[in-house]
């Protein structure tokens, strides 16, 4: 199996890793599809993600939930 790429894969694994912290877990592809679709609700390209790990949570908590049944 091939590793996951991504073009932003840095960037992705932030968000991954905040999910992690917050007790949530979730697949690479998941966790990117989560900020394309943040980006996208802004009628944006890839969002550079907040330098805060509080903040990026803060913006994506509800779709992790979601997703996580919470």
């Not at 912290?21 to 599809?33: D, E, F, I, Q, Y």
């Not at 980006?39 to 790990?53: Q, T």
């Amino acid at each position: 199996m091939n590793e996951y790429e991504h073009r932003h894969i840095a960037d992705v694994k932030r968000i991954r890793e905040v999910i992690g912290k917050n007790g949530r877990h979730v697949s690479l592809p998941t966790a990117a599809g989560i900020w394309e679709d943040y980006s996208d609700m802004l009628a944006a390209g890839w969002l550079s993600l907040p330098e805060d790990d509080e903040q990026l949570w803060l913006i994506i908590e509800k779709d992790v939930n979601r997703l996580s049944g919470y």
